[in-house]
């Protein structure tokens, strides 16, 4: 099972198994790992999943569609980098993708 | 038959014809009957047609996940005030008022963006000092012993001084900021209404706007700008050089967005949990959980009832076509009561897992932009409410706002414990 490292914003490093298919979103959902809000439960509609993708995997993660790209312009400290975890479906190439939480979701 | 006997409407709304049930009636919310008609609809139209009514036929959403799929299909679904905005009744031709709410792609992101800042969870950490001092000292003045109205000695004035803060306006006439707001969104069928005609309400925005142009000049003239919304309007590359109807409508926006919702949450709270002791027994004993509780309360009350699109392309959701030009609601009110969506919805149950996932806020690029400043708002309330461990009784179920669109109280007697 792929493994995905959620980097809290004080730096805490929380690595779980993700299977494949599920989004980077429920993976931290599933596993506990705070700092993920999710209000929408994944419809790309409310903006609290944000995470900032490892400038390492940014290539291989890939951008955000139209609609990610609209919710992510009203994000607060909204980065390059920037990615709704909802919109992000783990695969066997994710294997070991590093994501980094924002201070906070709005 | 005694003609005075009062309605069973949980009879009613299952016995009528399906095609006359009105859900924007505004005396099913005056009269707290609106939720069995939306347990109707939820099982047997979950998109339903009324062909007739006095604001015209429209389609009514009532499904948690209906809900969501409309408010993320913005391309075919429209909020602009072009085709008759977010309330159900038309404000077309003169009556406009163009507010981002009620903008599409692109100017409405362009607005938005603007106004977003001054919520930001840094922006408001500041705010939070000058809003607790406020809400104590709103406590603290208030009568012991003695029957009066949470509405307006708590609710309103809250919200009034919030208000006020948030633009830098004069302190001492914040009230005129709840009139303008109250003025904004009274219904003209209303028996209570405080305005009598459409031309009434644009005198009192002419009010509104002459206050607001002084406030600009104001900014515009000033040496160095402050940290409060109309400085922001003032110097936003979007916002400096909008026409005077459009700085109208934003103001608005912002005073109608920040007020009757987060008014009538502070109003909803004390009720729930007067109606619930088993929830305030938990709180008391527990304040952590007021993380969990604001969002349940919020979800609970619901304050804006639904949010209006136009359907700008036919489209089907949940199995029917809605056509071109066709005007539909999102019913918040109903999706926040959908067992599919929500466990028990119907109960007030203050530490539940995921309190968030409630539609009250809305979803997609409309997204309450107060959302974390209306959630501030409260905690502070209940952490010094708990602080001082005030006994809130309630004297009498509370009188309820005669509209469909703002969920609400008009007034509410309690009586707080020596
Ligand atoms: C409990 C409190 C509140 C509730 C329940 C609430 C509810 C809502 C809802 C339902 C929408 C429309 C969402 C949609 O169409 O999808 C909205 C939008 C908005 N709200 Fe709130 N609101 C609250 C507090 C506030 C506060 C305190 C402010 C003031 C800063 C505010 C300002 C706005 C603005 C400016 C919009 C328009 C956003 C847009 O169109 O992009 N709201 N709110
Ligand atoms: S969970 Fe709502 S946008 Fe990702």
């Known amino acids: 099972m792929p493994k995905i490292h959620y980097v809290a914003h004080d730096g805490t490093d929380r690595a779980v198994d993700v299977p494949e298919g599920e989004t980077v979103m429920r993976g931290a959902i599933l596993n506990s790992v705070p700092g993920i809000d999710a209000d929408c439960g994944g419809e790309c509609a409310c903006a609290t999943c944000h995470v900032y993708v490892d400038a390492a995997w940014k290539d291989k993660v890939g951008a955000p569609n139209e609609q990610e790209t609209s919710m992510l312009s009203f994000v607060d400290s909204v980065q390059d980098t920037s990615r709704l975890s909802c919109q992000i479906t783990v695969t066997g190439a994710l294997d070991g993708l590093v994501v980094h939480l924002p201070e906070s979701q709005h | ?418």
């Open chain 2, 1 to 418: 038959m005694n003609e005075h006997a009062p309605i069973d409407h949980a009879k009613l709304a299952e016995s009528m014809p399906l095609e006359d049930i009105n859900v924007s009636d505004p005396k099913l919310y005056q009269q707290d009957v609106w939720m069995h008609y939306f347990d109707r609809l939820r099982r047997e139209a979950p998109v339903h047609y009324c062909k007739d009514s006095p604001i015209g036929p429209f389609w009514s959403i009532s499904k948690y996940k209906d809900i969501v799929s409309v408010e993320v299909n913005h391309k075919a679904f429209s909020s602009s005030s072009t085709f008759g905005g977010i309330t159900l009744r038309d404000r077309t031709g003169d009556l406009e008022l163009p507010m981002f709410i009620a903008m599409d792609q692109p100017k409405h992101d362009e607005q938005r963006k603007i106004v977003q800042p001054i919520v930001s969870p840094a922006n408001l950490a500041k705010f939070e000092g000058l809003i607790r001092s406020r809400i104590q000292n709103t406590l603290d003045s208030l009568p012991r012993g003695e029957a009066f109205d949470w509405v307006d000695k708590v609710s309103i004035e809250l919200t009034g001084q919030m208000l006020a803060t948030l633009f830098d306006f004069p302190f001492e006439q914040r009230r005129k900021l709840t009139y303008w707001s109250d003025v904004a969104t009274t219904d003209l069928n209303n028996p209570d209404r405080l305005i009598n005609s459409e031309e009434e309400r644009e005198q009192v925005f002419g009010e509104c706007l002459g206050a607001f142009m002084q406030l600009w000049n104001q900014r515009v003239n000033a040496k160095e700008l402050g940290g409060d919304l109309i400085s922001m309007l003032v110097s936003g590359e979007a916002t400096r050089n909008m026409n005077p109807r459009e700085y109208l409508g934003n103001v608005i926006l912002l005073i109608v967005g920040g007020n009757d919702t987060t008014r009538n949450s502070m109003t909803g709270s004390v009720w729930f949990f007067n109606q619930n002791p088993d929830q305030y027994a938990k709180l008391r004993a527990n304040p952590a959980l007021l993380e969990s509780a604001v969002p349940e309360i919020i979800r609970y009350q619901t304050p804006l009832a639904y949010m209006r699109r136009t359907a700008l392309a036919d489209t089907e959701v949940g199995g029917k076509m809605i056509k071109k030009g066709d005007k539909l609601a999102m019913w918040y009110i109903s999706g926040n009561r959908d067992g599919d969506a929500i466990e028990n919805p119907d109960q007030f149950i203050i530490d539940r897992e995921r309190p968030r996932q409630h539609l009250s806020f809305g979803f997609g690029i409309h997204r309450c932009v107060g959302n974390r400043l209306g959630e501030l708002q409260l905690k502070i309330l209940w952490e010094e409410i708990l602080k001082r461990d005030m006994k809130i009784e309630v004297l009498a179920p509370p009188k309820r706002v005669y509209s469909s669109f703002v969920h609400g109280y008009q007034e509410m007697m309690v009586k707080i414990a020596p």
